[in-house]
Every structure is written in C-alpha cells, then in structure tokens.
C-alpha cells in the first residue's frame, strides 16, 4: 500500500521533499566539526549523499565540489567583486545564490532542460545546447560547466563551442566525474540505460571520462588545460572536499 502510494507522488515532488528532509535531519547535528565555506554552516557532519557520507550540506545543499569551486573562485577570479561576464551551464542553486549578488556581472545562465527541481537548481535564463550556444565569440571571461559534458552525445563539439565564446585570457572550470582507474575514456553509445548505470556511474551518463583522456580531448578542442590540485592548499576534512578531486581548469 505504502507503496503504492509513493509510486503516485510525482519525482519532483519525492526530491523536493527528500531534500526538505535533509534540511530537517540537518538541526539535529548541531556541531563545528565540518562547515559549508558557501553559507557559512556549521554542523557536527554533513549530511549523506547516496554512498557518500556526510558530503550535503543540509542549508544550501552544497556538495564536495561545489565548496571546492567556489573557494577556488573566491580565490583566483573576480567573479564576486568584479564587472565580469560569466557563463554557468546548468547552474547549481549554491553557487549561483551567491554569484548572482555580484550585480556588476554578466551573468549567462543556461541549459538544454528548462525543467529544474528548485530546491538545489535554478530555472536558467537560456534554454539552450551547449553544442550550439547562442553568444558570439570571445564573449565571457568565466565559463562554469559541471557534470554536463558526460550528458552531452557530441561532447567535443561542446568543448568546441565552450572554447568559441571563452575570451582570450579567460577561465573556465569544467568539472565531470572521473574514473580514477584507467587513462582512457570509456564511451560506448549502444550501451543500455542499465549498463551506463552499472559501467559509468548514472543512466544518463554517456561515458566515463579518465583525467588523461578528458584532458586530451579538452586540449585536442584548443583549451590549455590543467588539472589543479587547490584541494590540497584547503582544510579537505572540515570542508568535506574529496581528496582525489582536483579542478579542471581550461584556458584559451
Ligand atoms: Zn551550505
């Protein structure tokens, strides 16, 4: 019965309430033993993200490499102070809260899906591909794109794009997860929703990029690319990173 009757909930509706729980779970760990550097929160642990313990943080829902990036930017761009033009591809919610105070910005947001889960996302200005985006060349300063490009069917023609709109001197931070045992990309069209699940991490996942492998494309798309390790010059264990995360970072 009780199954039934979950089964009649809509998904949007399941996420936003599991996500209303995670809020709630997160007053009864009152603590200072871990600390979200986005919204300031404070908590004796995260929350738990599907087998990763204690990553979410239960205010702003800010996960490892969302805290890793936005102490990067806070770091290393202007992008909070600065008369900047900046585009996020599917915006998460955490980041862009505190990205859209900067008023002096440009501040492109976009995604192919208009549909979003407003509890972490955010409807994006611009429905768009990232394989044909509507901005002449040269044009942002900032590009952020995370956990897209293994979504994306011609992911190269992405990187093309990404790198047409990018400005001479600017920065983008492309983050997507990496299989840490091999050097090769695993990409495999024919295979079934099942096996993606099971082989690359996800149902919707394309493929399972490798550091080496995702780096060559980016290059072989006209990026300078680097993997930095800024992880390693933050406090890992009270900002919950993941140790083996570095940033990928593209130039032009
Ligand atoms: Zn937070």
């Given amino acids: 019965?009780?199954?039934s009757i979950?089964?009649?909930?809509?998904?949007?509706?399941?996420?936003?309430?599991?996500?209303?729980?995670?809020?709630?779970?997160?007053?009864?760990?009152?603590?200072?033993?871990?600390?979200?550097n986005i919204c300031g929160s404070h908590f004796s642990r995260f929350s738990d993200f599907g087998s990763r313990p204690s990553v979410l943080c239960p205010t702003c829902f800010s996960l490892e490499r969302h805290r890793l990036q936005f102490a990067y930017l806070t770091q290393h761009s202007g992008i909070f102070t600065d008369a900047l033009k900046v585009l996020h591809f599917a915006p998460e919610k955490c980041l862009h809260e505190k990205i859209s105070q900067n008023k002096k910005l440009e501040y492109e947001t976009a995604d192919l899906l208009i549909q979003f889960i407003d509890i972490i996302e955010v409807k994006p200005k611009h429905q768009?591909?990232?394989?044909?985006?509507?901005?002449?060349?040269?044009?942002?300063?900032?590009?952020?794109?995370n956990h897209v490009l293994e979504h994306v069917p011609d992911d190269k023609k992405a990187m093309?794009?990404?790198?047409?709109?990018?400005?001479?001197?600017?920065?983008?931070?492309?983050?997507?997860?990496?299989?840490?045992?091999?050097?090769?990309?695993?990409?495999d069209m024919s295979l079934s929703t099942a096996d993606r699940a099971k082989y690359y991490g996800s149902p919707d996942h394309l493929r399972f990029y490798a550091e080496k492998g995702y780096m060559q494309r980016l290059r072989e798309a006209g990026f300078q690319v680097?993997?930095?390790?800024?992880?390693?010059?933050?406090?890992?264990d009270r900002l919950c990173l993941m140790k083996t995360e570095n940033l990928i970072i593209v130039r032009k």
């Fill in 1 to 3: 019965m009780l199954q």
């Fill in 6 to 36: 979950k089964s009649l909930i809509p998904l949007k509706l399941k996420i936003n309430l599991y996500y209303q729980m995670i809020r709630l779970r997160g007053a009864l760990d009152k603590g200072n033993n871990v600390e979200c």
């Fill in 128 to 145: 768009m591909s990232i394989t044909d985006i509507k901005f002449p060349d040269n044009h942002f300063d900032i590009i952020l794109c």
């Fill in 160 to 187: 093309t794009e990404l790198l047409r709109v990018l400005k001479p001197g600017g920065f983008g931070i492309l983050q997507v997860p990496i299989n840490l045992k091999s050097d090769d990309i695993q990409e």
């Fill in 226 to 236: 680097e993997s930095n390790p800024f992880a390693q010059t933050l406090d890992m």
